[in-house]
């Protein structure tokens, strides 16, 4: 594959492993610091496809990357769903006795932070990225300094895992899109969930009767997001993740949507990344 692949956050982070789970291991890596970075190298045509994460079973909904999405008309070409483990990494041949500061992103520190409590002598230190900051200490050579990253940073740098799964919620999961600034070629036949977004008039039952279209053409919601309409207060967009067995069913809801909805879009239609 020659196509360039826009992540967010550094090589060995968890949207490096979506990547490789995506388009295998001999891809091209663009390294981007924040997600506006990331979609800013889409539109400059610098990359060719990118990888955000849009939501959290703990964190809930990253409501910038919605926007984001939308503003700058990028498609949703797949997903998936990532459990999110948490893995303290250091030099070879030593031990969590020998470890005098753990350095990783402040939410992988939060999320970790009972472990840490029968190890007093620890010092928990805030840094821009996980996977950067095990990339640090192999090439810099840190003796005494551990990070929070995930498992294929160790595997990239050469760093030994002293202590595996060491988040305090144990089920933590979170959904990544693939998204591009051209259409998909998605076949038909492959496509049995879509991202879809729409504006309502305001009157008394509007979303209600939107549900109800839904459930009527067989579709599953699993997800709605609402995010409000920039400059025309109290009005909003509605971001709806659908999910449907036969095509045909999803193109009959959205003919009928687009006659319903003040302003309807289409953000993506993929492969339901559930297993």
């Keep these: 594959m020659n196509k360039i692949i826009a992540i967010q956050g550094a090589e060995g982070s968890n949207h490096h492993k979506v990547a490789r789970d995506f388009y295998g291991t001999k891809i091209h890596l663009k390294e981007c610091m924040s997600f506006d970075v990331l979609v800013e190298s889409l539109i400059d045509k610098s990359t060719d496809i990118g ?3 849009l939501e959290n ?13 939308d503003k700058n008309n990028l498609h949703i070409i797949g997903e998936e769903y990532l459990n999110i483990h948490h893995h ?3 030099l070879k041949g030593q031990k969590i006795e ?25 010092k928990l230190v805030e840094d821009v990225d996980t996977a ?52 998909p070629n998605n076949g038909i036949d492959e496509i049995n969930k879509a991202s879809l977004k729409f504006q309502l008039s305001h009157k008394r039952g509007s979303l209600a009767a939107v549900l109800n279209v839904l459930s009527d053409c ?6 709605i997001q609402s995010l409000p309409v920039i400059d025309t207060p109290w009005k909003y967009s509605f971001f709806v993740d659908v999910t449907f067995d036969a095509y045909t069913d999803y193109e009959k809801a959205k003919a009928i949507l687009e006659i319903m909805a ?14």
């Design 57 to 69: 079973t703990i964190a809930g909904s990253i409501i910038p990357n919605y926007a984001l999405i």
């Design 51 to 53: 990888i955000m994460a």
């Design 218 to 223: 067989k579709m599953s919601l699993t997800k």
């Design 132 to 183: 950067e900051v095990a990339k640090r200490i192999s090439k810099e050579n840190l003796v005494g300094i551990a990070a929070i990253a995930p498992k294929i940073a160790a595997e990239i740098f050469n760093l030994a895992i002293i202590e595996d799964g060491i988040q305090t919620i144990k089920d933590n999961s979170t959904r990544f899109v693939i998204v591009q600034t051209s259409l």
């Design 262 to 275: 003040e302003e309807f879009k289409v953000l993506g239609t993929y492969k339901n990344g559930r297993k």
């Design 88 to 90: 303290l990494m250091c």
């Design 98 to 122: 020998d470890i005098k500061e753990v350095w990783s992103h402040p939410m992988a520190l939060q999320q970790c932070k009972v472990f840490f409590k029968k190890y007093p002598h620890i």
